[in-house]
């Protein structure tokens, strides 16, 4: 496999990224503006009252319908990029795992030396006891 093929293959669609997603917002935008635009009341219209309430309603649908669909293709676009990141970040997933196998020794380590600290104060205590036990007039 050509070592360049992949930057080349992450350039390409990391663009495709971008492009889809200025499309998307641009849609989204334009769509909106036009919404808002529809909203104007013209005293001159061409056609009867009723007639051009219905074809704004009408456009107004179409044009919330597409931005409906830019914003669907905006979080296609985002789980596309988890997705992607997710399968192909391995340098953050191996950092993530020597990170967390570093601590996870550290706090092991840390765990054994406080149980050797606390079997060698049991160790002392029971001693001491015994001692005492086997000293004391009360044994039976």
Do not use: G, W
Not at 85 to 107: E, P
Not at 109 to 115: A, N, R, S, Y
């Amino acid at each position: 496999m050509n070592p360049r093929a992949l930057p080349q293959n992450k350039e390409a669609l990391l663009k495709s990224y971008n492009n889809r997603l200025k499309e998307d917002v641009k849609s989204m935008s334009e769509n909106f503006e036009e919404i808002i635009k529809l909203c104007k009341v013209d005293h001159d219209i061409q056609f009867s009252r009723m007639t051009q309430c219905e074809l704004d309603a009408y456009e107004m649908q179409v044009r919330a319908a597409n931005m409906v669909r830019a914003a669907e293709s905006l979080l296609k676009l985002v789980s596309d990029i988890k997705q992607y990141l997710i399968l192909n970040d391995f340098v953050s997933v191996n950092d993530a795992i020597t990170t967390n196998s570093k601590f996870f020794r550290s706090k092991q380590t840390e765990c054994d030396q406080k149980l050797q600290t606390l079997r060698d104060d049991m160790v002392t205590d029971l001693y001491d006891l015994e001692e005492e036990y086997y000293t004391s007039n009360y044994k039976c």
